[in-house]
Every structure is written in C-alpha cells, then in structure tokens.
C-alpha cells in the first residue's frame, strides 16, 4: 500500500509549481548528437548489470600538451530503454574526491523511475587515476590507511602533533609514489575529462546527475562547458568557496555532525527500538560523548580492524560515516553497546587494502592539487581547540591539518571560480541536515549559480537525495525536470516524508 503522505505530497509539488522552460530543446526533439559515438563497446567484468557496457576513452595526461602521454578513463553505459524516446546521455558523476562511478549505472538502472530510463542512456566512468582508469596508489603503510588517520582526529588530549607527523608522511610518500598521474589530479582536469568522454559519445550536449563531491564537478564543469551542458542535477551539494575547496568540505563535518546527530538520537531512543541506548532523545548525546572519553582512556581491543582497538576517535569515525544513511544507526547503536559492555564487538570490516591506497591517493592528489593549504602547526592548533569546545561531536577533526598541509608541488592551475553565466538548466537537491554536505554550503553553491539554478530542499537527514531517502516530492521534481526540463519558478522545499 502506497504511503498516502507521501503520494499527496508528490501530487501537491506537482500541482502548485510554476515552471520555466531551460534554454534547451524540447522533450519531444530527437537525439542532440553531432556525431557519431566512437567508443568500442564490450561487455562489463565483475557483478555489473548484464544491460552494462564498458569501453575506454583515451585523454591526454597534461591538457597543456594534448598531443603528450595520454592516459585512459574507464567508460559505461546502459541505454536507453525506449530509443525511439531517447534524448540523450544522463552522465552520473560520483562523489568522492577517489569514488568510483564506473558500475554507478548498474545501481542507478534499480532506482531511478523508467520516465527517465527510457529518455537517457545511463554513463559512468571511473575518474582518473580511480579505478579502471588508469589508476594511482600512494604505497602507505598498512597503519596509515585507518580512517582515524585518513581523516585527522587529534590525540584524547587534543594534540595535533600525531596529526601533523602523519600529514607530513603521507604527503612525501605519494608525492614519491604517486607519479605523473597523481600529479595530473584536480577537479579542473576531471571536468576536463568530462567533455572528452561527451565527445567521444558524439553528443553535442550532455546532462549530468552529480552527487557528493561530484556536484562540485558538475558545477565545474557547467561553468567551464556552458553550451555544452543539457539538464544538470547536483544532490547532496559541496561549498563552492575557491579560496578553501576541499578545507571548507572537511571542515563542514563540524556543523553537519552537529546537524544531523538529532536524528539518530531520536531514533535511539525510540521504544521498541532493539537497539536502544536511552530513554529519551537528550540523554543519547551526553551518552555518546561520555563513552567516547571513557575510550580515549582505557580503548577496548578489537582483534582484526586498524587500528586494532576500539577507542574515541574509531567510535566518532563510526558515528560520523554512520550519519550518512539512517540505515546505518543500528550499526552505529550496536558498536556503543559494545563500548557499553553490553553486547560483542561486531567483526571488523574494511575495503581490501588495494581499493583503499587507490581511493586515498586519487582524494588526496584532489584535495592537495585543486587549492593549497595552510600548514602553521601554532594557528592548526588553535583553531582544533576551538572546534573542540565548539562541535565536541568532531572533536577538533574538521579543521586539523590534511597532507596538503606538506604537499610538495603547488597547484598547476587556481580552482574554478563557479559563476552564473550560462544556461538556466541547474537544478540542486539538498537534504536539510546531512553530515557531509550541509544546507549551508549548498546555499553557497546556489547563490554562486545564480538564475542558472534552482534548488529543491528535503526536510530529511543524510546524504544523497534523489532516489535515496524516500520523498516523494523531492523525487517527483527532479523527475520532471529530467523527462521534461521544468524546473520550479523558484526554490522550493518539501516537507519530510
């Protein structure tokens, strides 16, 4: 039985909004392609959906000497369902910095409505240097692929000065490991990329449905391809700020932590909850954060994760990651009862090492190429402090120092500055309170896009919007502006549910 909320929510959005018309062609147009699709496509490895198709497309390793070494980009596809309805590619564009987006369609083909499977072939890719494209690792220590050092919570007492030795060594190790490939690294270049792999699909335009980090490629990649893009979704969006970039990303943990913790602790506090930690929603925060300093001071061992212990900063992590998705809370729940003593620590689980050095070295090579970092050990001191006192959730972590504080080259080219000039044909999806991506910093990406877009707001938690957490009315408006182009005459918000 459908939720009746839901469906009339849906049903209203549909019904109240005004919209405009993109600067593009209609609906009912044929296929935008200019050429032909030069791509030699094959069957897909692995578990990919058997509709999947994978080729490569070859781009040059240094866009300043296109005629140089040429690197390859992992490609595929699943096309369109009704080719007599097609309008184009519908180009998804993973998150990351490092995600790989290669058997993204594969996923999407199960969620996304068949208005929109019939009208677009779905395309991944694996960005450079991820993946099946051709990849780069750093070579870091077994030690140092902790999600407790990739991401830098300081020591129990609120020391950086682990954070920094650890910074500093994984900056000289990929910057000794990583090759020209690492080096070749940034969002300018993926966007880059991006217009290659259209041209090598023979389309004239392309729409794109970033998520994560990859609404900050799509926007990118809108600003310096205008007359190229068609419809462009950005969900779950990134802080535009060119002067910070991805500082101003791990520093939005802070307040998307501190936005987004309610949830949890409404729903582990719910009755009937099997893993309930408390009795009402206020007493879940003091909970969190006393056991968190009680594993500062005596960590508990757990044999097979990394590090192999159980202490504050692996359960923040775990909480943090666990805010993504309220799928994620009993995960969450459980590994506190266990801090607790109240139940066995669950068997660690960790992407193979491989897959790990693969996704670090394309994020930090992002991270560290796209924008250069402060690296003054006195004023990352200070300011960790005062994060501490501020968002004890995070813990100082969001503003601590990264290996681009060390990182040896300085950015071959300054961040795109993303602008309002082109076609009005953006539209963004944001949840109000997710971790990762906060409502703050898409409303800088908003104000940044201008009259170019529009922006749909869900009154839910977590990360990813569309096709992800269940609203209805947030899905139907981006649904139609996929099938038809209309977009709302203005923002709009819709309520939960």
């Known amino acids: 039985m459908p939720n009746i909320n839901r469906t009339l929510a849906a049903a209203t959005a549909a019904a109240a909004l005004a919209v405009t018309a993109l600067v593009a062609q209609p609906a009912a147009a044929g296929p935008e392609t200019a050429g032909r699709d030069r791509l030699a496509w094959t069957s897909c490895q692995g578990g990919a959906d058997p509709r999947q198709q994978c080729a490569t497309v070859s781009v040059p390793l240094d866009y300043a000497h296109p005629e140089g070494e040429r690197i390859t980009l992992a490609v595929s596809r699943i096309a369109s369902?009704?080719?007599?309805?097609?309008?184009?590619?519908?180009?998804?564009?993973?998150?990351?910095?490092?995600?790989?987006?290669?058997?993204?369609?594969?996923?999407?083909?199960?969620?996304?409505?068949?208005?929109?499977?019939?009208?677009?072939?779905?395309?991944?890719?694996?960005?450079?240097?991820?993946?099946?494209?051709?990849?780069?690792?750093?070579?870091?220590e077994h030690d140092d692929l902790a999600m407790v050092k990739l991401r830098p919570w300081p020591a129990a007492d609120g020391s950086v000065d682990g954070n920094l030795a650890t910074a500093r060594r994984v900056a000289e190790t990929c910057a000794r490991n990583g090759g020209p490939v690492l080096r070749s690294i940034?969002?300018?270049?993926?966007?880059?990329?991006?217009?290659?792999?259209?041209?090598?699909?023979?389309?004239?335009?392309?729409?794109?449905?970033?998520?994560?980090?990859?609404?900050?490629?799509?926007?990118?990649?809108?600003?310096?391809?205008?007359?190229?893009?068609?419809?462009?979704?950005?969900?779950?969006?990134?802080?535009?700020?060119?002067?910070?970039?991805?500082?101003?990303?791990?520093a939005a943990f802070g307040q998307g932590a501190e936005d987004r913790f309610p949830d949890f602790a409404r729903w582990a506090s719910a009755p009937g909850n099997p893993d309930r930690l408390a009795d009402t929603p206020e007493e879940v925060r003091p909970l969190f954060l006393d056991l968190a300093a009680r594993l500062d001071a005596v960590p508990l061992p757990w044999p097979g994760a990394n590090p192999a212990e159980l202490n504050g900063n692996v359960l923040r992590e775990t909480m943090l990651e666990s805010l993504y998705a309220d799928a994620k809370f009993p995960g969450l729940a459980r590994l506190v009862l266990a801090g607790l003593g109240r139940r066995p620590l669950p068997a660690p689980v960790a992407p193979p090492e491989q897959v790990l050095q693969n996704t670090i070295a394309v994020s930090v090579g992002t991270l560290c190429n796209d924008v250069s970092w402060p690296a003054d050990p006195a004023a990352l001191a200070e300011d960790v402090a005062a994060e501490r006192a501020a968002r004890p959730l995070t813990a100082g972590m969001p503003v601590n120092a990264m290996p681009c504080a060390f990182w040896p080259f300085a950015p071959a080219e300054p961040p795109v500055r993303v602008t309002d000039r082109g076609p009005a044909n953006v539209?963004?999806?944001?949840?109000?309170?997710?971790?990762?991506?906060?409502?703050?910093?898409?409303?800088?990406?908003?104000?940044?896009?201008g009259e170019r877009a529009r922006m749909v707001t869900v009154d839910s938690g977590g990360h990813d919007v569309y096709v992800a957490n269940g609203n209805a009315c947030g899905d139907a408006v981006v649904t139609d502006f996929l099938v038809t182009g209309r977009r709302p005459a203005a923002d709009t918000f819709c309520p939960a549910g």
């Open 81 to 140: 369902a009704k080719p007599g309805q097609r309008r184009g590619v519908l180009l998804t564009v993973p998150g990351g910095p490092g995600g790989s987006g290669v058997d993204v369609p594969s996923s999407a083909v199960k969620r996304l409505p068949q208005s929109v499977l019939d009208r677009y072939d779905l395309v991944g890719f694996d960005p450079r240097g991820v993946g099946r494209s051709t990849p780069v690792s750093c070579g870091l």
């Open 186 to 250: 940034s969002t300018r270049n993926e966007a880059r990329d991006i217009d290659r792999i259209r041209e090598a699909l023979g389309e004239r335009r392309l729409s794109a449905w970033g998520t994560s980090y990859g609404t900050y490629v799509g926007a990118v990649y809108a600003t310096l391809f205008p007359g190229r893009t068609d419809r462009i979704v950005l969900d779950s969006n990134d802080d535009p700020d060119p002067a910070r970039v991805g500082r101003g990303w791990l």
């Open 427 to 449: 539209l963004l999806a944001q949840n109000l309170r997710d971790p990762a991506t906060p409502y703050r910093g898409a409303l800088r990406l908003r104000a940044a896009l």
